[in-house]
């Protein structure tokens, strides 16, 4: 075989030895372990555990109840009641241990998350209530005239 045809041949057998020489390395020890018929071995035994140790970050409305009683009775009796506290608020996870206070945001921003009105075709008929932004009170924060955790509520 010609010279300059042997001598990429070499480079590529080169650079499979050497992968297969790094993989030795590399490749966790139990990678695998259940054989070729679990997942075709791509399976790497200590990445469950890894996922179970991961810190859960939204508590749930239920784990407010303990501290926050009036406001969780107010948001389930209201039109917001199918809106996670945690929506609004943010995730929970180590509070009130270390994270004090929750955020407590007040910008247009966060109610425009579920009641922009979109202009599409479909959006008019679209179950969730919108407003337009430009046009509804713009110069003020919502939370001026509704309240976030009853929004039928009227505010002075
Ligand atoms: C073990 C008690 C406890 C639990 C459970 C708890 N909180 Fe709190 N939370 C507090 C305390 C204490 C503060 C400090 C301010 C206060 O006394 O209102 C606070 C403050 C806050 C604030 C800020 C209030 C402000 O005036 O700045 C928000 C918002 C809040 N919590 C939301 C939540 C939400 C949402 C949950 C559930 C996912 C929750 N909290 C669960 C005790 C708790
Ligand atoms: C739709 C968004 C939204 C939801 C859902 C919501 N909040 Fe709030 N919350 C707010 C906003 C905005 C404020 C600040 C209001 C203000 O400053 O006028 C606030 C204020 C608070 C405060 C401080 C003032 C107060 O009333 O004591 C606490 C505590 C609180 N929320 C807890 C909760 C808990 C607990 C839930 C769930 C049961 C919840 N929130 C659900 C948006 C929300
Ligand atoms: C995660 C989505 C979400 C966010 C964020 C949110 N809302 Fe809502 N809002 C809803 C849902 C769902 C309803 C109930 C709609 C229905 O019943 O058809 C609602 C209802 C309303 C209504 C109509 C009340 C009624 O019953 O007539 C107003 C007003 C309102 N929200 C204002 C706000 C304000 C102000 C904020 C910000 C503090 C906010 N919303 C944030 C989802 C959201
Ligand atoms: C200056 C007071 C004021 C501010 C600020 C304000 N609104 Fe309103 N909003 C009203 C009034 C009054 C109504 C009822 C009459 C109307 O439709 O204009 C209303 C109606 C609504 C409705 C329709 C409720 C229904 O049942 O059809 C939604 C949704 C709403 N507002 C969301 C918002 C959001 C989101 C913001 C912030 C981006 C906001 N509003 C800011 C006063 C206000």
Redesign the pocket.
Same mark, same amino acid.
């Given at each position: 075989m010609k010279w300059h045809v042997l001598r990429p041949l070499w480079v590529a057998i080169g650079l499979v030895g050497l992968i297969l020489v790094a993989r030795q390395f590399l490749v966790p020890d139990d990678f695998g372990v259940h054989g070729r018929n679990f997942t075709y071995g791509y399976y790497r035994l200590s990445n469950v555990q890894e996922w179970k140790d991961f810190p859960v970050k939204f508590q749930g409305r239920e784990s407010c109840a303990e501290c926050h009683e009036e406001n969780l009775a107010k948001v389930n009796a209201s @039109? &917001?009641a *199918?809106?996670e506290c945690e929506? /609004?608020h943010g995730p929970s996870v180590n509070h009130p241990d270390d994270v004090e206070l929750l955020p407590l945001n007040?910008t247009r921003e966060? /109610?425009l998350? /579920? &009641?922009a009105f979109l202009d599409y075709p479909n959006s008019a008929r679209a @179950?969730?209530?919108s407003i337009e932004d430009r046009r509804h009170k713009r110069r003020y924060e /919502?939370?001026k005239c &509704?309240n *976030?955790h009853d *929004?039928?509520e009227e505010v002075e």
């Open positions: @039109s &917001h *199918p809106v929506n /609004c007040t966060l /109610c998350r /579920c &009641h @179950s969730l209530v /919502c939370v &509704h *976030p *929004p039928k």
